[in-house]
């Protein structure tokens, strides 16, 4: 089992910067692939950003976001810059372990999730 413990958020105006953070506990050496996933409210949760063993980023944060993993610390990390009022949601992180796929943009391809940090971008 893996335990994810998300954190980071805040509330933030247009055009700053938040760095989020996701700590993985347990059995972290299973962990194939990280990610980060959000929900606006009233919408479908969706995906922003993978890790492992490459980077990927949704459409919407391409040149915005960086996600990053620190193996040492068990931490992965999504730098949020240029914030904008559509990037409000709550953010989860997510984990799974390996299945032989490729596919990452699907809450299904992650076998555990934090708790969820929210992100409150005002205009």
């Known amino acids: 089992q893996v335990q994810l413990v998300d954190s980071g958020g805040g509330l933030v105006q247009a055009g700053d910067s938040l760095r989020l953070s996701c700590v993985a506990s347990g059995r972290t050496s299973s962990i194939h692939r990280m990610g980060w996933f959000r929900q606006a409210p009233g919408q479908e949760r969706d995906f922003v950003a993978a890790?492992?063993?490459?980077?990927y980023y949704a459409d919407s944060v391409k040149g915005r976001f960086t996600i990053s993993r620190d193996n040492a610390k068990n931490t992965m990390y999504l730098q949020m810059n240029s914030l904008k009022p559509e990037d409000t949601a709550v953010y989860y992180c997510?984990?799974?372990?390996?299945?032989?796929?490729?596919?990452?943009?699907?809450?299904?391809?992650?076998?555990?999730w934090g708790q969820g940090t929210r992100v409150t971008v005002s205009s």
């Open positions: 997510a984990a799974c372990q390996w299945r032989g796929l490729t596919r990452y943009y699907q809450e299904t391809d992650y076998d555990y």
């Open positions: 890790v492992g063993p490459n980077t």
